[in-house]
C-alpha cells in the first residue's frame, strides 16, 4: 500500500498532522530530511542505499533484517523518532493474589515477589490496554506489605 498525506495511522493522524506538530518530518530530498532529524546525510544516503540493495536481493541486510516491502527511492522522504519500549510482558513470571512469584508446578517461590509488567498470568492469554496500571498499584502494594513482612 502506498501512503498518501490523507492516510492516517491507528490514531487517526495524517502525516501532516505530525509534521505540523513536530512528531514527524518531511525532506524532498534525503540529505535535506538529515538536516532536520539531525544526522549525517552521508550516512542516512548509504542506510538508505543499503536498504534498496537488500530489497533487490530479498536480504537479509548487514543487520539480518529479511522483511522488506519496496525501495525507499521516491521524495518526499519521512522520518519520525522511534523509541524501544516495554509495553506490557505477555507471559511473565506468574505471580498468585499475595504477588508471590510461582515456580512451575504453581507453588509460591518463598521470598520472591514480583508485580507490574514483568508478571503474567493476571489477565490470561492477552489483556486490555491500560490493565496494567490498576494491576501495577494493587500488586505493587501488595508484594512490597509482603516482603516487607517477610525480611
Do not use: C, W
Not at 525532506?27 to 542506510?47: F, K
Not at 508478571?119 to 498499584?137: E, Q, V
Amino acid at each position: 500500500m502506498i501512503s498518501s498525506p490523507e492516510t492516517t495511522n491507528n490514531f487517526n493522524e495524517t502525516i501532516e498532522e505530525l509534521i505540523s506538530q513536530g512528531r514527524a518530518f518531511k525532506g524532498d530530498t534525503l540529505e535535506e530530511l538529515a538536516e532536520q532529524i539531525g544526522v549525517d546525510s552521508d550516512n542516512l544516503v548509504s542506510s538508505v542505499e543499503s536498504f534498496n540493495a537488500a530489497v533487490e536481493t530479498g536480504g537479509p541486510d548487514e543487520l539480518g533484517r529479511t522483511l522488506f516491502d519496496r525501495k525507499i527511492e521516491a521524495a518526499p522522504f519521512y522520518a519520525a523518532p522511534r523509541v524501544p519500549t516495554v509495553h506490557h510482558t505477555m507471559g511473565g513470571v506468574e505471580i498468585n493474589e499475595n504477588a508471590e512469584v510461582l515456580n512451575a508446578s504453581g507453588n509460591p517461590i518463598p521470598g520472591l515477589y514480583a508485580a507490574g509488567e514483568v508478571t503474567g498470568g493476571i489477565h490470561g492469554a492477552n489483556r486490555l490496554g491500560g490493565n496494567a496500571l490498576a494491576d501495577i498499584a494493587v500488586f505493587g502494594r501488595i508484594a512490597g506489605r509482603n516482603a516487607a513482612a517477610n525480611q
